[in-house]
C-alpha cells in the first residue's frame, strides 16, 4: 500500500510541477505585485507599500470603483443569461437531424472561432454612427430618423458592447448543450412522453436535470471568461464615453498600458480573482446541494 | 563502418557551419511600430545593408503593434539579447529610467560625415535629460488636410489659417439633415493632442514655456485656455456628429474620405493612406491654425533607433543605425512609410518631401516663430495615463456630465 501510495505521488509530479510554475508561481507573483509599489516608469525604485494599490483603485475619482464593478456585473450578468438561453435554444433547434445541419452548425459556431478584437474592430463598425450597417437598416426602415450614437451615448454604449458579446458566447453554449442533449437518452424522453409528458415537461423534468452537470460546468466557465474578457470593449470603447461602459478587466489593461502601473494592474487582477473565487465557491455549493436534495 | 562515416559527416557539418555561424554577427533588431507594409519596407533595407556588410546578419524582431511596446518593455527589463531597438517619444524615458538605453554622446562625436538634423530632431534625439539617447528616424507633426471640393460646393474658396475662422467654417457648412459636418472630430485615443491644440494657444504666454505643461506649471486656471475650450466645445456641438466621441484614427480617416468632415487634423504618415483611399489631387495640407496671438505650438511625436545598454554588439549595432540614419537612406524609408524624414537636406533634394502634401510641413518647421515646437513633458511622472483621465473628463464634458469649469479644475490640480 505504501509502495502504492508513493507511485501516486510520482505520478502526479509531472502534472503538479508543470501547474506550480506556470499557474501557482505567476499568480503569486501577480499577487506580491499588487503590494508593491511597481511601475514600469521607475523599475529600480520597487518596493512593497502595503494596501496602497488597493485604496488607490477604490478611492480613484477618475474611474470610480463602484461605477466599475457595476459595469461589470451587469456585462457579466446581461451576457452570461443571453448567451445560455439563446445557446440552449440553438442547441435543442439544432438537436434533431435535417437537411444542411452540418453547414448549419458550422455557420453557428463560427463566431466561437474569431479573435476577441477582431469581433470588437467588426461590431464597431457595424454600430458606427455614421457608416454603420445598422444605422442604415434603422434609417431605411424608417425606425429611426437621425443616426444613433451607439458607441459615443452612454445609454446604448452598455447595450452594444453586450450585443457584440453575446453574439460571440452563443456558439459555446450551443456547442456544448448539443453535446450534453445527444446524451440523453431516447428511451427516457420515449417513456415520459409515453407517461403522458408533454414537451415543456419533458424539458424541465427530463432533459435539464439530466444535463444539469453541464449547465454548472458551462455557465461557471463562461462566467470567468466574460469577467476575464475586456477584448470586444477595448476595441469598441476603450472603456467609454465617459467610463459607461469600463469593466474590472478593461480598467485592468488601462492601468498597465497607459499608466504603466503594474502594481495597481495587478491589484485589480486580484479583484477579479476573490470576486470568482467567492462566486465559485458560492455557485458550487448551491449547485451541489439542490442535486442531493434531489437524489 | 557505415554507421561510423555517417557520424563523421554529421559531425564535418556541425562544425562547419559553427564556424561560419561565428564567422558572421547577428544583431537583434526590435521593431515598435509595426505595419506589415513598414516590416516588409525595413526588411527589404535590412537586405540591404546585409549585402553590403556580409559579416552582420540582422534579425527584426516585429510584434503586433498591439504588443510591441510591452514586448519592448519586457526584453529590456529582463535584458534579453537586443542590440538596436526603435524607441518612441513615449518609451524613452521609462527605457532611461530602467538604465536600458545606452547614451550615444561618445558615437555622436566621433560621427564626423553625420548631416545636418531639422531642429525638431535634434530637439528629439535629446527628448531625456538632454542626452541622445537615440537617432530619430520618423517624425510626426500635425497639419490641416482639407477636402477642397466639399467646401467649393458650400461656395468656400478661402482656407481657414486661424482657429477662429476653422470653427466658423466647420458650422457655417454643417447640414446634419445632409449628414454634411465640418470637422473630424478625435474623442479617444490621445484625443488630448487634438484639444489642447484648439486650447492652449489662447494663452499668450505659452509661446515662452518649455512645456504645454509640467509638473506644478500649467495653464488650465487661464481664462485665455478657458476661451479655446469653449470654442473646441462649439465646434464639437455644431459641427461634429455626435458619434464623433467615440472616434479613434480609423474613424477619422473614413469620415474624411467619405466628404463628411472636410477639415481633419493629422500626422503626415495619414497621407499614403490618403492617397490610396482618396487620390492625392482629392485634398490638400495646410499648416495647422494658429490662435489669437499669431501662434500655435507644434507638439512632435517620433520614433528612432537607440541601442541597448547590456547589448554586446553596440559598435555593430551603431554602424547600422549610421547607415540608416544617413539622408539617403532615412529619405527613402520615410518616403515609403509616410512620416517626415530628419535632415534638413532631404526637405532640399528629395522630389518627394517637396511634393504639394509637405509643403505644410515644411512651412510649419522653418517658421518656429509662429508654429513653436513645444513638447509634452513626456518625462513626469504624472505623464503615463495623463491622455485616459483627460479623455474620460473630455467625453463627460461633451456629454453634459461634468461642467467645463469642473473639468478644468481637476485638471489643475492634477498638474499643481
Known amino acids: 500500500m505504501h509502495g502504492y501510495k508513493r507511485y501516486m505521488l510520482f505520478s502526479i509530479l509531472p502534472a503538479f510541477a508543470f501547474l506550480a510554475l506556470f499557474i501557482y508561481l505567476p499568480i503569486t507573483q501577480g499577487v506580491l505585485i499588487s503590494f508593491q509599489g511597481y511601475t514600469l516608469y521607475d523599475m529600480n525604485n520597487v518596493k512593497f507599500i502595503g494596501l496602497d494599490n488597493f485604496k488607490a483603485i477604490i478611492t480613484d475619482i477618475n474611474f470610480p470603483f463602484i461605477q466599475i464593478l457595476f459595469n461589470t456585473a451587469i456585462w457579466v450578468g446581461v451576457s452570461l443569461l443571453m448567451q445560455f438561453v439563446l445557446g440552449f435554444v440553438l442547441a435543442l433547434l439544432m438537436r434533431k437531424p435535417f437537411k444542411g445541419r452540418g453547414i448549419y452548425s458550422a455557420l453557428v459556431f463560427y463566431p466561437w472561432a474569431m479573435s476577441g478584437f477582431a469581433i470588437g474592430l467588426i461590431w464597431a463598425w457595424l454600430f458606427n454612427g455614421q457608416f454603420g450597417v445598422i444605422n442604415d437598416i434603422l434609417l431605411r426602415l424608417g425606425l429611426i430618423s437621425t443616426p444613433i450614437g451607439f458607441l459615443s451615448n452612454p445609454s446604448y454604449a452598455m447595450i452594444s458592447v453586450l450585443v457584440a458579446n453575446i453574439w460571440y458566447g452563443v456558439p459555446f453554449f450551443a456547442i456544448m448543450l448539443l453535446a450534453a442533449l445527444q446524451s440523453v437518452p431516447a428511451e427516457l424522453i420515449e417513456a415520459a412522453t409515453i407517461d403522458g409528458a408533454g414537451s415543456t415537461r419533458r424539458l424541465f423534468s427530463i432533459i435539464i436535470p439530466y444535463i444539469k452537470p453541464t449547465i454548472v460546468s458551462t455557465t461557471l466557465l463562461r462566467t470567468m471568461w466574460i469577467m476575464n474578457f475586456p477584448d470586444i470593449i477595448y476595441g469598441m470603447t476603450s472603456g467609454g464615453p465617459a467610463n459607461s461602459t469600463n469593466i474590472l478587466s478593461t480598467q485592468m489593461i488601462n492601468k498597465l498600458l497607459q499608466f504603466y502601473d503594474y502594481g495597481q494592474g495587478s491589484a485589480f487582477g486580484v479583484v477579479i480573482m476573490s470576486l470568482l473565487f467567492a462566486f465559485a465557491t458560492f455557485y458550487l455549493k448551491l449547485t451541489s446541494t439542490k442535486e442531493s436534495d434531489a437524489a | ?416
Open chain 2, 1 to 416: 563502418m557505415r554507421k561510423a562515416l555517417v557520424v563523421l559527416v554529421a559531425m564535418l557539418v556541425l562544425v562547419s557551419t559553427a564556424f561560419t555561424a561565428s564567422a558572421a554577427t547577428t544583431l537583434e533588431f526590435l521593431e515598435v511600430m509595426t505595419s506589415p507594409e513598414r516590416t516588409a519596407l525595413l526588411k527589404s533595407m535590412i537586405a540591404e545593408y546585409e549585402a553590403l556588410n556580409p559579416d552582420i546578419k540582422i534579425n527584426l524582431i516585429s510584434p503586433p503593434y498591439e504588443q510591441s511596446e510591452q514586448k519592448a518593455t519586457l526584453m529590456l527589463n529582463t535584458n534579453q539579447t537586443l542590440d538596436i531597438i526603435e524607441v518612441r517619444d513615449l518609451s524613452a524615458k521609462q527605457f532611461v529610467n530602467n538604465g536600458k538605453l545606452t547614451d550615444l554622446t561618445e558615437y555622436l562625436e566621433a560621427w564626423t560625415d553625420a548631416e545636418p538634423m531639422t531642429a525638431v530632431a535634434n530637439a528629439a534625439a535629446r527628448t531625456v535629460d538632454n542626452t541622445p539617447y537615440l537617432i530619430p528616424a520618423n517624425i510626426y507633426i500635425k497639419a490641416l488636410f482639407v477636402r477642397r471640393d466639399v467646401l467649393r460646393e458650400h461656395g468656400i474658396h478661402e482656407i481657414p489659417t486661424t482657429l477662429e475662422e476653422l470653427v466658423e467654417t466647420a458650422i457655417k457648412i454643417t447640414d446634419p439633415s445632409k449628414n454634411q459636418y465640418g470637422f473630424t472630430w478625435r474623442g479617444k485615443s490621445s484625443e488630448i493632442k487634438f484639444s489642447d491644440l484648439f486650447a492652449a494657444p489662447y494663452v499668450e504666454e505659452l509661446k515662452d514655456a518649455e512645456f504645454v505643461y509640467t509638473d506644478g506649471e500649467h495653464h488650465f486656471r487661464e481664462s485665455g485656455f478657458k476661451e479655446g475650450m469653449e470654442l473646441y466645445i462649439k465646434l464639437f456641438k455644431e459641427a461634429v456628429p455626435n458619434d464623433g466621441i467615440n472616434w479613434g484614427f480609423n474613424e477619422q480617416i473614413n469620415a474624411f474620405v467619405s466628404g463628411t468632415t472636410p477639415f481633419l487634423i493629422q500626422d503626415p504618415d495619414s497621407i499614403p493612406l490618403l492617397d490610396k483611399m482618396l487620390g492625392p489631387d482629392k485634398y490638400e495640407v495646410h499648416p495647422i491654425p494658429v490662435g489669437p496671438y499669431g501662434f500655435n505650438y507644434i507638439d512632435y511625436g517620433f520614433a528612432g533607433l537607440g541601442i541597448p545598454s547590456y547589448s554586446k554588439h553596440k559598435e555593430e549595432a551603431w554602424e547600422f543605425i549610421k547607415w540608416m540614419s544617413t539622408s539617403d537612406k532615412n529619405g527613402y524609408y520615410n518616403q515609403h512609410y509616410g512620416p517626415l524624414p530628419v535632415h534638413t537636406a532631404t526637405f532640399e533634394n528629395n522630389e518627394h518631401f517637396q511634393g504639394k502634401h509637405y509643403v505644410a510641413y515644411n512651412y510649419e518647421m522653418n517658421h518656429p516663430e509662429i508654429f513653436v515646437p513645444i513638447p509634452y513633458d513626456l518625462s513626469s511622472e504624472k505623464w503615463p495615463g495623463w491622455a485616459k483621465i483627460h479623455e474620460t473628463d473630455m467625453q463627460s464634458v461633451l456629454l453634459g456630465r461634468m461642467s467645463l469649469e469642473q473639468a478644468l479644475g481637476k485638471w489643475a490640480k492634477y498638474w499643481d
